[in-house]
């Protein structure tokens, strides 16, 4: 079962997992839909270096989409 968007209580995660999920859907390679969520986080976060964004979308892409798991996760405080 995916998880619904809105289960997920901080806005940036929640964005970033509709993101990849949609760009995914329509045959974005997976290192470009990574990349331009990285991307976005950091929109949401623009203080977030490079490497930390990178760390929490793929924790979280991982947590979401490949593990399909409900529980929280580790990230920002939004």
Known sequence: MATEPSRIARKCERAVITAYKELR????ADVTAFNSCTTLYRIHHPEASLDEARRLV?????????REASGPTNGCAC
């Open 25 to 28: 859907d329509v045959g974005t």
């Open 58 to 66: 793929s924790e979280w892409i991982d947590h979401h989409v490949v």
